[in-house]
């Protein structure tokens, strides 16, 4: 059974950091790209960030370009989301998901091609 879980979520004040993890269980993620998703209450969710098969290739909302940063490793069976100077916009439950990607040097920030998801972790930056 294909599972991913997000852990790291939690309460930040404005400036602070989280890392966010999102572990694979009962697969490997070779063959996935995997993007990190947020939405915030009364808010569609949005794209965050992306990363293609191969690691080679990565894609940023304007929002959070030069403060987060997505990795992959796929060995641990992981994707991590380093979030820097957290802006109280940014509260919102994040979630991982994958799809199975054709062009290994690519992702796409549209929810529409991802058919597995998390459960998502809530992130709060707040005073």
């Known amino acids: 059974q294909l599972q991913l879980v997000e852990s790291g979520g939690g309460l930040v004040q404005p400036g602070g950091s989280l890392r966010l993890s999102c572990a694979a269980s009962?697969?490997?993620?070779?063959?996935?790209?995997i993007g990190w998703f947020r939405q915030a209450p009364g808010k569609e969710r949005e794209g965050v960030s992306c990363?293609?098969?191969?690691?080679?290739?990565?894609e940023y909302a304007d929002s959070v370009k030069g403060r987060f940063t997505i990795s992959r490793d796929n060995a641990k069976i992981a994707v991590y989301l380093q979030m820097n100077s957290l802006k109280p916009e940014d509260t919102a439950v994040y979630y991982c998901?994958?799809?199975?990607?054709?062009?290994?040097?690519?992702?796409?920030?549209?929810?529409?091609?991802?058919?597995?998801w998390g459960q998502g972790t809530q992130v709060t930056v707040s005073s």
């Open positions: 998901a994958l799809y199975t990607s054709v062009a290994r040097n690519m992702c796409m920030l549209a929810p529409n091609p991802y058919n597995n």
């Open positions: 009962g697969f490997t993620l070779d063959y996935y790209a």
């Open positions: 990363i293609s098969s191969s690691g080679g290739s990565t």
